[in-house]
T-cell receptor, first 115, second 114 residues
Framework: GNSVTQMEGPVTLSEEAFLTINCTYT??????LFWYVQYPGEGLQLLLK?????DKGSNKGFEATYRKETTSFHLEKGSVQVSDSAVYFC??????????????FGIGTKLQVIP | DVKVTQSSRYLVKRTGEKVFLECVQD?????MFWYRQDPGLGLRLIYF???????EKGDIPEGYSVSREKKERFSLILESASTNQTSMYLC?????????????FGSGTQLSVL
């Protein structure tokens, strides 16, 4: 079956530090890949996505590159801010024969950025 | 702006009660979803609906049912609540059913079953 692997954390960084959150996946077919972010007290919102190999998704200073050869979609940011403190979910979607997108989420990685 | 609204932020119920969680979206989306979110397990799909009066089981449908009488509203029903259904419940919607479609989430309902 399909699965997404990421560390749960928490990951604690000082402001302006470099961030990497690793994400690897297992999927049948050719998935689309996503990062969603959940700020405290809120639902998830899409941060970025990539739909084919070597695509780079980017938003708000965050980037992730779809690496088919290593089945990975690691999230990076060059300089984190306190306002980036949140839970980050890696996810994949596939289109089974039934025709409805099926999304599988990782367990979420909590990021804490301290001033 | 896009909006998915869940009727309650916090809910406390007793074991055996019938519980209704309501979700409304204002974007004319075809697809609606119910997930539960638990620490260490991430999000798990309970049910989804791709059209009015249509529903499909997700990965963990046991103990739950759903209703979609109108396009904008998707209800999750716990027929007889149990303590292992204490969780954060998230509703989501998407415009189309195709690959790569973005999901829009509500803020969640934290349900405690005592």
């Amino acid at each position: 079956g399909n699965s997404v692997t990421q560390m749960e954390g928490p990951v604690t960084l000082s402001e302006e530090a470099f961030l990497t959150i690793n994400c690897t996946y297992t999927a049948t077919g050719y998935p689309s890949l996503f990062w969603y972010v959940q700020y405290p007290g809120e639902g998830l919102q899409l941060l970025l996505k990539a739909t084919k190999a070597d695509d780079k998704g980017s938003n708000k200073g965050f980037e992730a590159t779809y690496r088919k050869e290593t089945t990975s979609f690691h999230l990076e940011k060059g300089s984190v801010q306190v306002s980036d403190s949140a839970v980050y979910f890696c996810a994949l979607s596939v289109l089974p024969s039934g025709g409805y997108q099926k999304v599988t989420f990782g367990i979420g990685t909590k990021l804490q950025v301290i001033p | 702006d896009v909006k998915v609204t869940q009727s309650s932020r916090y809910l406390v119920k007793r074991t055996g009660e019938k519980v209704f969680l309501e979700c409304v979206q204002d974007m004319d989306h075809e697809n609606m979803f119910w997930y539960r979110q638990d620490p260490g397990l991430g999000l798990r799909l309970i049910y989804f609906s791709y059209d009015v009066k249509m529903k499909e089981k997700g990965d963990i449908p046991e103990g739950y049912s759903v209703s979609r009488e109108k396009k904008e509203r998707f209800s999750l029903i716990l027929e007889s609540a149990s303590t292992n259904q204490t969780s954060m419940y998230l509703c989501a919607s998407s415009f189309h059913r195709g690959l790569g479609e973005k999901l829009f989430f509500g803020s969640g309902t934290q349900l405690s079953v005592l």
